[in-house]
């Protein structure tokens, strides 16, 4: 079994849903207490042992990388005023770290994970969704590390999943499930946004990803699936049958920040689990009753 080193995170999308704090700003730079969206999934993904950060960016998406390169001078000014530069310990990444790609039309979340595929070569990689923040439960690693435990396990091909309201399955990618192994369910089919009348079951897919590479053989013959996009989904169907295929439960809380309602709710759930800025909010929510 090849060992996971790379990652994809697409990073393309207009973020129409956060206008007009998006107009001019990548929606990956959104803030969750006092780091970008972006940053929490690099974290991850370095703690899972990921080495190559791959970027599928698009017009406008240039601080994303500006994020993780050195800032000289801020810095020189930090270091001026005897200010410590821990604070930037997580945007500073090994020299050659991180790749990126551009995506140049919005064909779907298919197409952008193809654009990576010279990056990725014959090697199977990791896909995070940074709009899925996602926190391990107390003690846990996160949730990337958590499958990275299972591919050790099975191989092939692991997304993450959980229940999902039936009312909400247009939202999801929707598993066929088979035989349970603990938090490991085979997949036997996937149906990108069913309606909840044809969805196959509740467990939907989160935005983490294991794949194998064959998927960008898929890929290479791309089929226009739900909302007339290239869907990933439709891509990894294929793929069952002919290598392993499993859905992992992870011990992680998601906080689905692709909506204004789940953003807000994720600042305050991360605020709250913070020392230095619980008190505050908790004594200042008290004051909202
Ligand atoms: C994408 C995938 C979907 C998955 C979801 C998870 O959809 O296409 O299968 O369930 O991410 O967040 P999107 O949210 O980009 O519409």
Redesign the pocket.
């Given at each position: 079994m090849k060992m996971l080193r790379k990652a994809v995170f697409?990073v393309a999308?207009l973020g129409t849903r956060f206008l007009p704090a998006t107009k001019a700003m990548p929606k990956e730079m959104l803030t969750i207490v006092d780091r970008p969206l972006i940053q929490y999934a690099v974290e991850e993904a370095l703690e899972a042992g990921i080495e190559q950060l791959i970027f599928v960016t698009g017009r406008n998406k240039t601080a994303l990388e500006d994020h993780f390169d050195i800032a000289y001078e801020l810095e020189a000014v930090m270091k001026g005023r005897g200010k410590s530069l821990d604070i930037l310990a997580g945007t500073r990444l090994p020299a050659g770290a991180i790749a990126s790609v551009r995506q140049q039309e919005p064909l779907?979340?298919?197409h952008a994970i193809w654009c990576a595929r010279e990056i990725v070569g014959d090697e199977p990689f990791a896909v995070l969704?940074p709009?899925?923040l996602m926190v391990g439960r107390s003690g846990r690693p996160g949730c990337l590390a958590q499958m990275v435990e299972a591919y050790e396990r099975v191989g092939g091909n692991i997304v993450c999943v959980e229940q999902?309201p039936p009312e909400k399955s247009a939202?999801?990618?929707?598993i066929t499930p088979g035989a349970r192994d603990g938090p490991l369910t085979e997949v036997r089919g996937?149906v990108?946004?069913p309606k909840p009348e044809e969805a196959p079951s509740n467990l939907?897919?989160?935005?983490r990803y294991i794949l194998q590479p064959e998927v960008m053989r898929v890929l290479d013959n791309p089929v226009r699936g739900?909302?007339g996009?290239i869907?990933?989904?439709d891509a990894m169907a294929q793929l069952i049958g002919r290598q392993p295929f499993h859905g992992l439960t992870v011990e992680a809380e998601r906080h689905?920040c692709?909506d204004k309602i789940g953003f807000v709710k994720a600042n305050l759930a991360l605020a709250l689990k913070r020392e230095d800025v619980a008190p505050a909010i908790r004594a200042f929510i008290a004051t909202l009753q």
């Open positions: 697409p999308g779907g979340l298919g969704l709009d899925d999902v939202s999801y990618g929707i996937l990108e946004k939907g897919i989160v935005g739900a909302g996009e869907q990933l989904t689905d692709g």
